[in-house]
């Protein structure tokens, strides 16, 4: 949490220096302040106040006669206390749900289309990853007899993941018997994950035994993968910001949206903490984004199957401007999940 000992006036200087830093990537003195905005106050006084905000950490001076610029405590300060909640304009609401009822019912080109919205909409790089299952949920088992004592079964999961696999059986079965059975283990672990299935295997016999044990090793496998697919967007958008021209900037952009172990980490946390999260130069916990903000949020349909979306850009970010295009576009892929999947 950021100090909150600062009075209004310096509350009202360090935003609109946060404001028109953003706006002009260059240094803001007194004077603009003064001619910019009518504070009602001498530039005497902005230029004492400006000089307390500097020595509590919130801006700093670049160079010597120039004017002051924000920095990580400045912006954390920002984005806690003075930023306005803004909603996305409702016209660009509009034009951004056409696009999406426009594609088709395709959960691979809506998570490409994400990507590309969120880097255009917010003049950034994009991510967006594909949404998961929390856990497993059994849906509809199939058993189909393709020789006398050799079967396939199908197992289908909730989302639509569909796994088959060969069973051997001791004795022939006829494939009436096969379908009556599979209807039966419909009904019993519709709804259940992988803990759920593996407590009835106990009340089975045969079979029916050999298909419990074969779905609880299947979706215990997949609850283990962590990773799943991820969709980029808009390099080039973050690169033309003159905080990113120089090579430090560029490999920090590039390890932001490229090592996967970096955005497991990232996205990790969005999932688990829920809401917008915005993260500034690092928060001192990842020295490989000192020079990024990233504005990341989870959608999907909570305790069922979930994904991570962001915004990545330079710490002069306009953040009330991305995190409404942020927070959008996650009720906008949430609802859209919760239609794919019921």
Known sequence: MVDTHLSE?????????VQEYVKSAT???SKTIIDEYNLGVSSATVRNEMAILEEKGYLMQPHVSAGRVPTELGYRYFVQKL????DLAAEEQRLISHQFHQARLELDQWLRLSAAVLAHTSHNAALVTAPKSVRCHLKHVELIAIQETVVLLILVLQGGTLKQQILALDTPIIQDELSLLARKLTHLWTGLDAAGVAATIATLTDIATKVGQIAVETMYRIDARRSSDIYRDGLLNILNNPEFRERDGIQQVIRAIEERWLIDQLVGEALEQGGVQIIIGG??????LSEVSIVLARYGVDDKIVGAMGVLGPLRMPYGRTVSVVRYMSQLMSELISDLYG
Request: hydrophobic share 35%; net charge negative.
């Open 83 to 86: 930023m306005e909640r803004a």
């Open 9 to 17: 006036r310096q509350e009202t200087i360090l935003r609109l220096i």
């Open 27 to 29: 240094p803001v003195g």
């Open 283 to 288: 928060e001192g916990r990842w020295e490989e």
